[in-house]
Each structure stands twice: as C-alpha cells, then as structure tokens.
C-alpha cells in the first residue's frame, strides 16, 4: 500500500513539471518536444524523497533541474526578455 502511494505521488509530481510554457525563436516543434523530454528526464534523475509528519516518504522532482536544462538550450518563458534564454550548449 505504502508503495502504490509513493507510486502515486510520483506520477502526480512529475505531471506537474510546466511543459508547454518555454518559447525559443525559430524553433520547431519537434525541437521543442527532443528538449522538453530531455531536460525531463534529467528531472526525474534528480527525483528524491521527503517524509511527511506520517514518516511516508514523499518523492519530489527538482524543478530547478528542469529549468536550468530547458534555458541552457535557448528556450525563456513567455514574457521574459531573451537574454534569459542562455545559449545553448556546444557538443
């Protein structure tokens, strides 16, 4: 029971990462989507766990993981200026 539940919560958390809130000039949407899982995948990598006040343990994804990726390959969010994309890295 206890491992359906962290199960669960995982799959809840890992939906709520922001998807559809990056925009890069010029790019596709098949770039879009290569970038989008990647810099997920490295997210979910970076999952760990808290306990509650019940002693579960409670997975978390580390957002800032998914942003830092998602920038460092050009993409910025709506409103913000473009120097808050970085370039994307060489290799």
């Known amino acids: 029971m206890r491992r359906l539940a ?3 919560a ?7 990462i922001p998807r559809h809130e990056w925009v890069k000039e010029d790019a596709s949407a098949a770039e879009f989507r290569k ?3 990647w810099c997920q995948s490295l997210a979910e990598l970076e999952t ?3 306990e ?3 002693d579960y343990l409670i997975p978390y994804v580390e ?4 942003d830092k990726c998602m920038r460092e390959r050009g993409w910025r969010r709506p ?6 994309a970085k370039s994307k890295p060489s290799g």
């Open 48 to 50: 760990g766990y808290v």
């Open 63 to 66: 957002i800032e993981v998914y």
């Open 52 to 54: 509650d006040q019940h």
């Open 6 to 8: 962290m199960m669960t």
């Open 79 to 84: 409103g913000e200026p473009p120097e808050a």
């Open 35 to 37: 970038d989008l899982d």
């Open 10 to 16: 995982l799959v809840l958390l890992v939906g709520c």
